[in-house]
C-alpha cells in the first residue's frame, strides 16, 4: 500500500509540474507583453527625432515698434556708432519717438500637407511678418489664419510647392503621468533642439478659463513656445507654452497646452478664423462644505449659481441660488469642468441640465448662446431697489455690519441700486476673513432670503441656528459682483 500510494503521488506530481511549468510560461509571456504595452525608457530618440523633425519649424516675427523719446539722453551726432549700439540709452534725440523694428522668435509645427501650422498666439502677436523656417533650411512667409488668446493658441499658412511634412494629433487624455514625452523646438534661438523628459503631472491650470496644461520636466526654454510636444509614437499631445522658473531657463517645470484642447481651437480656427464658444450666461462658483450644507446638499460638488443677467441662463429659468449638477449628460464637479464642458458644446445647441434648487433636482432646457458676442457686450444683472430700513450697527460672525444709507452709499461708492447689509469691519481671525470677506462688501441675502438691515441679518442667523443648521449661506456683492459664501456660525 505504501508503494502504491507513493507512485501514485509521483505521477500527480508530474501531472502537476507539467501544468506548474505551462502556467508560468503563459505568465512569462503575459509579464512580458505588459511590460511592452507600458513603454519602457527608450533606448534612443534618435529615430524619432529624425522622422519628426522635418515637421517642426522655427518661426521669426517682425513688428515696427515705436521709440520712446528721452529728452535728457545723452547727445550724440547723426551715424554715430553709439546710437546703433545702444538705441534704448540714447532713445531719439528730435523727441519724436522715431519707429524701430524689432523681433522675436519661436516655435511651430505642421499639421496638414498643404501648409497649416500650428503656433502659440504670443509667438505672432501684434507680428507685422511672419518668417517660417523650415528644417533643411528654406524659408516661407506666412499668413495669420486665426488666434486663440484665451488658450495661446494660432494657426498659419504657407504656401506650399509639394506636399509637406506634417505631424499628427494624438489624444492627451490617455496620457498618463510617468509617461516618456519629447519636445522640439528653437530654444534661446538655437533651432531645432530635442530635449525629452516625462510627464510629471496633468490637468494643470495656470490663469485661464480653459487651461488644460500637461506638465514635464523636458528642458522648455523660452523659444521653445508654439513648438510640439510628442508621445513615443510620435503622436503630438501638447503644445509647449510656458515655464515657470525664477531665472528664466528650464529648471523642470514646463507647461504645454493639452492636445485635445488645441485640436478644438485649431479645427474653429481653420473653419472660421475665429473661436465659437458655448455661452450659458450666468455667474457661478464653487461649492464648499459650509455653502452645501447651507443649501441641503448631500456634498460639496456643482457650480452654485450667483447671478443670472440677461441672456440663455435667464431664458432657461436658471435662478440664483441653483446648482448646476450635469451638462449635457456629464456630472459637473467644479466650476472649471462647467466652463470647460459649456465652452467645448456647440453654439445654438439645445442641452439639458439638472439643477438643485430649494431641496430637489430639475431639469432645465438652454439654448447655448455664443460666448466671444457676450463679451462685446456689458451684461448687468438686475438689482432691487428696496431702500435700507435702517443704519443700526451689529456685530456678528467676526464683522460689524450696518445698513446701507446714502452716506454710506458714498463713501462705499456703491452703485445706487445696491441694497442690503453693508461690512464695515472683519475681524483677520475669523471665518469670514479666511472666506474672503471684506470691509466694503455688502451682504443681500442670509440663507437665501433677501436682508436690508442689521436687524434682518440677525434675525436669519437666529432662524439658521434654531432649526439645528451648522453653517448659514451670504450672498454677498463687491463691485457689482455677486457671490455666494458659507460660514460656520460657530
Known amino acids: ?168 494629433f494624438g489624444d492627451s487624455d490617455i496620457s498618463r503621468v510617468g ?96 473661436t465659437r464658444r458655448g455661452w450659458l450666461g450666468v455667474r457661478i462658483q464653487d461649492v464648499d462644505e459650509e455653502m452645501a450644507e447651507g443649501l441641503g446638499l448631500e456634498s460639496a460638488k456643482g457650480a452654485l449659481v450667483s447671478g443670472v443677467p440677461d441672456g440663455p441662463g435667464k431664458d432657461a429659468g436658471i435662478l440664483a441660488r441653483d446648482v448646476i449638477l450635469s451638462f449635457d449628460g456629464e456630472e459637473i464637479e467644479d466650476t472649471r469642468e462647467l466652463v470647460s464642458v459649456v465652452g467645448n458644446t456647440e453654439v445654438g445647441k439645445a442641452v439639458r441640465m439638472v439643477v438643485f434648487r430649494d431641496g430637489k433636482t430639475m431639469t432645465l432646457k438652454v439654448v447655448l448662446g455664443r460666448r466671444e458676442d457676450a463679451e462685446k457686450t456689458s451684461i448687468v444683472p438686475v438689482i432691487s431697489e428696496k431702500p435700507a430700513e435702517e443704519a443700526k450697527e451689529t456685530e456678528a460672525l467676526g464683522m460689524k455690519l450696518t445698513g446701507v444709507t446714502p452716506d454710506l452709499r458714498e463713501r462705499l461708492n456703491l452703485d445706487a441700486s445696491t441694497v442690503g447689509v453693508a461690512v464695515i469691519f472683519v475681524d483677520e481671525t475669523s471665518d469670514a476673513y479666511e472666506k474672503g470677506i471684506r470691509s466694503g462688501d455688502v451682504i443681500t441675502e442670509v440663507g437665501q432670503k433677501s436682508v436690508t438691515s442689521a436687524s434682518d441679518l440677525q434675525a436669519a442667523f437666529k432662524e439658521a441656528r434654531d432649526a439645528g443648521r451648522k453653517s448659514v449661506l451670504l450672498l454677498v456683492e463687491r463691485g457689482g459682483n455677486p457671490r455666494f459664501v458659507g460660514l460656520a456660525l460657530d
Open 1 to 168: 500500500m505504501t508503494s502504491i500510494a507513493i507512485s501514485r503521488s509521483n505521477r500527480l506530481s508530474g501531472r502537476h509540474k507539467f501544468y506548474l511549468g505551462s502556467v508560468l510560461a503563459l505568465a512569462f509571456l503575459m509579464m512580458q507583453a505588459t511590460l511592452s504595452s507600458a513603454r519602457g525608457a527608450p533606448d534612443s530618440f534618435a529615430d524619432l527625432a529624425e522622422r519628426l523633425l522635418p515637421s517642426v519649424v522655427n518661426i521669426t516675427t517682425s513688428q515696427t515698434v515705436k521709440g520712446i523719446a528721452r529728452p535728457n539722453a545723452p547727445q550724440v551726432p547723426e551715424g554715430s556708432p553709439f546710437r546703433e549700439l545702444f538705441p534704448d540709452l540714447f532713445g531719439d534725440q528730435g523727441g519724436n519717438g522715431r519707429a524701430r523694428r524689432a523681433s522675436a522668435l519661436g516655435s511651430g509645427f505642421v499639421i496638414s500637407a498643404d501648409g497649416l501650422i500650428v503656433t502659440n498666439n504670443h509667438v505672432i502677436d501684434k507680428a507685422d511678418e511672419i518668417t517660417i523656417e523650415f528644417y533643411d533650411g528654406e524659408e516661407r512667409v506666412a499668413k495669420l489664419i486665426g488666434r486663440d488668446e484665451k488658450t495661446d493658441i494660432a494657426l498659419l499658412k504657407v504656401e506650399a510647392d509639394e506636399p509637406l511634412p506634417f505631424v499628427t
Open 179 to 274: 509617461d516618456w514625452v519629447m519636445a522640439i523646438g528653437n530654444p534661446l534661438g538655437q533651432g531645432f533642439t530635442v530635449t525629452s523628459g516625462i510627464i510629471s503631472a496633468r490637468n494643470k491650470s495656470l490663469r485661464g478659463t480653459y487651461d488644460d496644461f500637461i506638465q514635464t520636466d523636458a528642458a522648455i526654454n523660452r523659444g521653445n513656445s508654439g513648438g510640439p510636444l510628442f508621445n513615443m509614437d510620435g503622436d503630438v499631445v501638447g503644445v509647449n507654452t510656458a515655464i515657470i522658473s525664477p531665472s528664466g531657463g528650464s529648471i523642470g517645470l514646463g507647461f504645454s497646452m493639452s492636445s485635445n484642447v488645441v485640436t478644438k481651437v485649431v479645427g474653429q480656427l481653420e473653419e472660421f478664423g475665429e
